[in-house]
């Protein structure tokens, strides 16, 4: 597991010891930035259920401006503070040990505002339904939410609240949809 490009290109990040950690596989990660290349630079990225951290260290390498990352999992959140650290990426980077919907209430509260968020939760548990009905609290209005979900985890085909499918692309097992604001 690899940062693909930009000013951290070819940084070998830590991956989990245990499967209870699903990164987001290196051709994915550049499907998905091949994607919305133009929506990075100078983004403030929220990156929910991160995991490794691997997606929102490749926005920031490719020039996001701050990256929040938001996991409930300790081998999670010291992985990411890891990857952080060997990208040198503390100064723009902020790691919240919780559960996403009370990390959305807080960020929220304190009025984070964000142009891209990245979520991969856990298959089959019907999170991203839940997680876009609550995210529109700390989305720009033009914000871009991506989501990593397996093929058999239905996404919503209707608009959930202000959310709306743009793109959908399969890897494999894994599809990538991508929500605008409708």
């Not at 996001?64 to 992985?79: G, I, P, Q, T």
């Not at 990426?89 to 009370?102: E, K, L, N, T, Y």
């Not at 999170?127 to 397996?150: C, F, M, P, Q, S």
Request: glycine fraction near 8%; proline fraction near 5%.
């Amino acid at each position: 597991m690899r940062i693909i490009a930009g000013a951290f290109r070819g940084r070998r990040l830590h991956a989990p010891k245990s499967n209870r950690i699903r990164p987001t596989i290196d051709r994915v990660r550049e499907a998905v930035f091949n994607m919305i290349a133009q929506e990075v630079p100078g983004a403030k990225v929220l990156d929910l259920f991160a995991g490794t951290g691997a997606m929102g260290l490749e926005a920031l390498s490719r020039g996001a401006h701050f990256c929040f990352f938001v996991d409930k999992s300790s081998e999670a959140v010291s992985l990411i503070g890891e990857n952080v650290q060997l990208c040198a990426a503390q100064d723009r980077s902020r790691i919240i040990h919780g559960p996403v919907a009370s990390a959305i209430r807080r960020l929220g509260s304190e009025n984070e505002l964000f142009d891209l968020i990245f979520m991969d939760p856990p298959y089959g548990k019907g999170y991203i339904e839940k997680t876009l009905e609550i995210v529109g609290a700390v989305a720009r209005n033009d914000a871009l939410v991506i989501a990593e979900h397996h093929i058999k985890d239905k996404p919503p085909l209707v608009p959930v609240l202000v959310w709306q499918r743009d793109r959908e692309r399969r890897y494999g097992d894994t599809l990538i949809s991508v929500y605008s604001s409708s």
